[in-house]
């Protein structure tokens, strides 16, 4: 019986594989890699970590895109606290010219509406302690001349207490100039410009120069139909100036001046003179109106 031969059917070839190819850095390895938590660091990390641990915080410096280095912000220097001057360690003669430089620009001191805001917060300083308190008045009252009578129009022109009657005798004993004006209330002057005990003329111990300021003169023919009669204020100050010249006996000059509508030929200037001459008292020209001998 003939054998039957089986022939087995050979299997396919399989193509020979090449050298396996290391992993690519593909998005797929990248991807696997993101999804896994990393707990470790890298050498490189950790060197960089130290480095910068080490660096001082004065050495830290911020680079910008330029490639200049930007310095760190400079620590802010603490204000240094100044101790006050001592005014009083200066000597008595030192004081002395700060006090006439504190009280400059106050030239005459007259009842005036502005006194609150040029004269009265100076005067604060002499309630600073007693020391100044007993220096600086001497700078303030005997280095300005002080109106007699008030001479602003308002609330203060007609009081019964002019300025040097609101002085004490402390200050009026400082005074060493004085002025009166004449002129305003010509028609009518007020009952306050009188002299008496309540003046204080006689505190005026130290005053050695009377100014006799003449702002018109009513005997001139412009004021006729005003007047109340023909020299009737030449009258009354004649007579108020004798009185002021009777309560000063230290006064030894009397300087005369006026506005430029004012004549030193006139009725007015001249029973002025006349009182001075009478009085014994030197005559001195003022400098608004340039009169001379």
């Not at 003939?2 to 193509?15: D, F």
């Not at 019964?160 to 009166?180: D, G, W």
């Not at 505190?203 to 006729?224: G, I, M, Q, Y």
């Not at 030449?234 to 004798?242: A, H, Q, V, Y």
Request: proline share 7%; net charge positive; glycine share 8%.
């Amino acid at each position: 019986m003939p054998q039957k031969t089986t022939q087995r059917k050979g299997k396919a070839s399989r193509p020979a594989r090449g050298p396996a190819s290391p992993p690519s850095s593909g998005t797929g390895r990248t991807a696997a890699n993101s999804a896994e938590p990393t707990t470790s660091t890298s050498k490189g990390d950790k060197s960089l970590d130290d480095d910068v641990g080490s660096l001082r915080m004065e050495a830290l410096t911020l680079t910008s895109t330029t490639g200049t280095q930007t310095a760190a912000p400079a620590k802010e220097e603490k204000s240094v606290k100044q101790k006050p001057f001592r005014f009083l360690d200066l000597p008595p003669e030192l004081r002395a010219e700060v006090y006439l430089w504190y009280f400059e620009g106050i030239d005459h001191v007259d009842l005036d509406s502005d006194n609150y805001k040029r004269i009265h917060k100076k005067l604060g300083i002499f309630r600073t302690c007693r020391i100044i308190r007993q220096e600086a008045p001497h700078a303030f009252y005997s280095f300005r001349t002080f109106r007699i009578f008030p001479t602003q129009p308002g609330r203060h022109f007609k009081t019964k207490r002019p300025l040097l009657a609101r002085l004490n005798e402390r200050q009026r004993r400082l005074l060493t100039s004085l002025e009166l004006r004449l002129g305003p209330g010509w028609n009518k002057p007020p009952r306050g410009w009188v002299v008496n005990s309540a003046l204080g003329l006689s505190d005026c111990v130290n005053v050695r120069k009377l100014t006799v300021f003449v702002e018109c003169d009513p005997s001139d023919n412009a004021f006729k139909g005003f007047r109340q009669y023909d020299g009737f204020y030449e009258n009354f100050s004649r007579n108020l100036l004798d009185e002021v010249l009777g309560a000063l006996p230290t006064v030894r000059c009397v300087y005369f001046d006026a506005w430029s509508s004012v004549k030193k030929s006139g009725a007015m200037m001249a029973g002025l003179l006349d009182v001075a001459e009478a009085r014994g008292r030197t005559i001195r020209w003022g400098p608004e109106r340039k009169w001379t001998d």
